[in-house]
T-cell receptor
Framework: DTAVSQTPKYLVTQMGNDKSIKCEQN?????MYWYKQDSKKFLKIMFS???????INETVPNRFSPKSPDKAHLNLHINSLELGDSAVYFC????????????FGDGTRLSIL | AQTVTQSQPEMSVQEAETVTLSCTYD???????LFWYKQPPSRQMILVIR??????QNATENRFSVNFQKAAKSFSLKISDSQLGDTAMYFC??????????????FGKGTKLSVIP
């Protein structure tokens, strides 16, 4: 019954590797987001998609590439992982309406060795 | 660009007491929304309460209420009858439209609240 689910919950990998995080929502929302939470707990938006179209693309390195195969899924692929990529990555979704809150997944903790 | 400031990095409160978490924001937008999210040690992001900027009435959700002062750009959260389960990081967030049905959340740096038995 999970509304926004992310896999995996934990990801430990070596510097230089490529990895993906998957996100799926079963709420029927049109818009999905990726946020990064750093070691100081600061949350910052990375991307948003509305009906598979990229809307927000903050100043994120090109190594990060979101992909939305359909409006229920938004995956995040990261190439050539660096130490600074260690963080918790949150997926979120919302309805396309002005006052609707964003619903968050449980986050993926990415640790780069 | 919007900024959200939470001036209290950490706070503590005795169980059953009341605590207020402060939040100020800076924006030139006239139409926006404000939220408080809670992040317990389990890492989940849980919506606590929301406020539309065009509404003068302060939002209330059970033990949680806000004091929204639009002119002062202030949005504080009051927790009454604090419970041990309220121990968490609390994030104030500002939301505005980014166009095409997408809404951008800007978060404050958070206030770590500890409820003491």
């Amino acid at each position: 019954d999970t509304a926004v689910s992310q896999t995996p919950k934990y990801l430990v990998t070596q510097m230089g590797n490529d990895k993906s995080i998957k996100c799926e929502q079963n709420l029927g929302h049109d818009t999905m987001y990726w946020y990064k939470q750093d070691s100081k707990k600061f949350l910052k938006i990375m991307f948003s998609y509305n009906n598979k179209e990229l809307i927000i693309n903050e100043t994120v390195p090109n190594r990060f590439s979101p992909k939305s195969p359909d409006k229920a899924h938004l995956n995040l692929h990261i190439n050539s992982l660096e130490l600074g990529d260690s963080a918790v990555y949150f997926c979120a979704s919302s309805r396309t309406a002005s006052n609707q809150p964003q619903h968050f997944g449980d986050g993926t903790r990415l640790s780069i060795l | 660009a919007q900024t959200v400031t939470q001036s209290q990095p950490e706070m503590s409160v005795q169980e059953a007491e009341t605590v207020t978490l402060s939040c100020t924001y800076d924006t030139s937008e006239s139409n926006y929304y404000l939220f408080w999210y809670k992040q317990p040690p389990s890492r989940q992001m849980i919506l606590v309460i929301r406020q539309e900027a065009y509404k003068q009435q302060n939002a209330t959700e059970n033990r949680f209420s806000v004091n929204f002062q639009k002119a002062a750009k202030s949005f504080s959260l009051k927790i009454s009858d604090s419970q041990l389960g309220d121990t968490a990081m609390y994030f104030c967030a500002f939301m505005k439209s980014s166009g095409a049905g997408s809404y951008q959340l800007t978060f404050g740096k958070g206030t770590k609240l500890s409820v003491i038995p």
